[in-house]
């Protein structure tokens, strides 16, 4: 599974704008449109990277398998999701 996240802050701090899309968690990558919308507008903290990481989780339909049940890769999502925001908002601080 994989987690792709950009942002982009305007000179307030908050977030303008926000991509994000998880591969391997369903059946076709997902675009998480709903979480996208959640951030943009606010200040970015632990709080709504959580709450935009459950976000991404419930876009998902990952299937179960001899691998794993649907509900550990739906909470690896929200996991992934939360790190890779973390990291895309310190990228989007230091300007890169």
């Known amino acids: 599974m994989a987690v792709f996240v950009?942002?982009?802050l305007g000179a307030d701090g908050t977030v303008d704008a926000a991509r994000i899309s998880v591969a391997g968690?369903?059946?076709?990558?997902v675009r998480a449109d709903?979480?996208?919308?959640?951030l943009v507008g606010k200040l970015p903290s632990d709080e709504l990277f959580?709450?935009?990481a459950d976000a991404v989780?419930?876009?998902t339909n990952p299937p179960k398998d001899i691998h794993a049940p649907a509900?550990?890769?739906r909470e690896m999502a929200?996991?992934?999701?939360?790190r890779a925001l973390k990291n895309a908002?310190?990228?989007a601080n230091r300007g890169e």
């Not at 968690?25 to 990558?29: C, Q, V």
């Not at 929200?78 to 939360?82: D, I, K, Q, T, Y």
Request: net charge neutral; aromatic share 4%.
């Open 6 to 8: 950009a942002l982009t």
């Open 25 to 29: 968690a369903d059946s076709t990558p």
């Open 34 to 38: 709903t979480a996208e919308a959640l």
């Open 50 to 52: 959580a709450a935009a």
């Open 57 to 59: 989780a419930a876009a």
């Open 71 to 73: 509900e550990y890769r």
């Open 78 to 82: 929200a996991v992934l999701s939360r």
């Open 89 to 91: 908002a310190a990228r």
